[in-house]
């Protein structure tokens, strides 16, 4: 993969971070929710300089990089959608939902859409579970989703 | 403070802020500065109710007129009505199912008749961000009476007296643990509270959080104080932004106020909390894995002994309870363990919180007493199955848990007989499933959930776990054997005897639960290649019906694999070699002529 160059400012941003954290590796787990804030994603180039600034080793930071779902590698679309597969959700469709998705956007979990506009990946319980099947874009969420309903949700990001 | 004559109380728990219960504040709000009633009532956003089937919901005080299905457009009238004229709004209001009559008071539904609510005392009836509220309802006193009139030792000794078990699953003895870190001798020691809330489906810690945060973190203390911890910890899911939220208010305000900090109340007992925040993996429910996610590093659980009470968080003993735990210890010392021990069963004592799911009338969080049975809880509380449906199981315990059947129906709940059942109390999810579900798909989603998130650490976990799946999937597949039921049985065998931790050992549960109780659907997927819920595709046949088929031909032009053929005016036909049984036919068909066999 082409190495990617980080601005100026979002790194020192991420530097500011660490120190505030103590540039502690106790506090590695703290400091990568930052930086996926600040950023977006993780890619290698953010790994390796969280791991300067905390002085632990890169592959300790990957190594917990990919171990936590909630940290991702690859940039998430514009309008992240997430689609509860927790049990009450699964029970009551939520495959189907996905299943809609996946042929409305033509990509698959974990996928991005080309145009950087959508991305999807399955979320395990919003606890939400009075509104399942449940979906969320963003920050909004969706209750009572029904496979025919989806395109109408999408239309809503017509942008 | 001022004082109002009515109180509109509205949900702002996860659930209820997605159905524009934000608005409805704002609404209310607006409705009565237009009727300049803004001294006469007050709008406060409260937490979780419970009721999320009728979300959003709308109470009134003092006299308990429980709104559903508010919109924000149905404000206006609330206000007109009930605030100025005392009248109630009549169709917003809960109807009975059974004698289809309005149900105007919350105590008189038969959701909440059943219930005892401890854990979940203020959830619903106070605004969660502010401390003064929850003091009102005695809050913080439990605190007071601990530090200015007890011993560390008396408050072990009613904690244990009260029968308290962990509610996060394992169901071990509150006290006992408490008092193993208290006998330790270390120069700091660590207070966790464990809110990685992992099991899909469960979300009763979440709604505690939201809707009472202080009483966890008075606890905490309380904690401390017996255990000799000045730290405290909160782990707690990134996902749940509200209850972080929230979290981050009720610290701020324990602080302000001197609850939380140096010298509490003027004792010599210091003690402060932190939040740390979990990123996603199940595991780190299981108490050292998350102890090293709190530590920085990858979530995996190490072998006990040392138990986190001889070494935990930086080595140091370390202390894990969950939320719902927390939540009861106040009110056990303010009212005795007498009082709680007189509610309960024989070994499991108090309430506990569920999570009613799935397909069931009256979705939501409930607290009843253990010992209630499940008929109870599905039928009375949860105003049973859906659509008029028949009840097949219900799943208890989540990925670590089993399913339960008719037979068990009147089994009281307690944490020894959900094990004597082949499940488990869990942190208290409960799904209920109709008969258009299958049980052996029902297991291999459980699977798939495991292998997704099991650590990798141990093989039996990561390796057994993946084959039981693959096993299953041949199964709903419609390609399975004898002997692969034979080996899906030992398999499960072997994981529950070797692998590390509680996570991997019970992760078999799902798989030797639906062995156990649904042996004839899995014999039926194997011997006749049939799915009786319809669920597993592979199986299903598409058949047309000669004689109801008029020939139009809206199926044969609707099939995506073309595999639909007939003339026009006459009875069509689907090649079974062909059909990907993706049901677009059967949508097209206007006179229900396909049927799936």
Redesign the interface.
Known sequence: MAEIKLPENKLNQLKEVAKSFNND??????V??KAQEIFGYLPAEVQEVVAKELNVSVA?VY??VS?????TMTPKGKHPISIC????C???GAEKVLDEFRKLLKIQVGETTPDGKFSLSG??????????P?VTIGEK???RVAPDGVKEILAEYKD | MAKYNQHLLVCGG??C???QSDAIVESLNRALTERGLENEAKVVMTGCFGF??K?PIVKVLPDNTFYTQVTPADCDEIVAEHIFKGRKVNRLLYTDPENQEHVSDSKHMGFYRKQIRIALRNCGFIDPENIEEYIARDGYAALGKVLLEMTPEQVLDDLIKSGLRGRGGGGFPTGLKWQLTRKVQADQKYVVCNAD???????MD??ILEGDPHSVLEAMAINGFCTGATKGLIYIR???PLAINRLKIALKQAREFGLLGENILGSDFSFDIEL???????VCGEETALIH?M?????EPTFKPPFPSESGY?GKPTNVNNVETYANIPVIILKGHEWFASIGTEKSKGTKVF?L???INN??LIEVPMGTTLREVIYEIGGGIKDGKQFKAV?TG?PSGGCLTAKHLDTPIDYDNLIAAGSMMGSG?M?V?DED?CMVA?AK??LE?TVEES?GKCSPCRIGNKRLHEILEKITKGEGTMEDLENLRNLSQVIKDTALCGLGQTSPNPVLSTLDNFWEEYLEHVTEKKCRAGVCKHMLRYVIEPDACVGCTACARNCPVNAISGERKKAHEINQEICIKCGACVEKCKFNAIFVR
Not at chain 1, 85 to 88: F, Q, R
Not at chain 2, 276 to 282: H, I, L, N, P, S
Not at chain 2, 295 to 299: P, S, V
């Open positions: 590796g106790g506090e590695l787990i703290n990568l929710h300790h190594g917990v171990f936590y779902s909630f940290f597969l927790g049990t009450a699964y029970v009551r979320l395990r319980c919003v606890g939400a579970c009075g509104l399942a449940v969420v969706y209750g | 996860t659930g802020r997605a159905s999320c089937e979300g809330e992992g099991d899909p489906g469960a979300f979440r709604s990134a996902e749940y740390r925040y979990g990123a996603g993996a199940f996610s530590e920085g590093m990858r979530g930086m999570a799911a799935g397909k979705v939501g799943q989540g999810g799904i499933m579900d029902i989603f459980y959930f650590c």
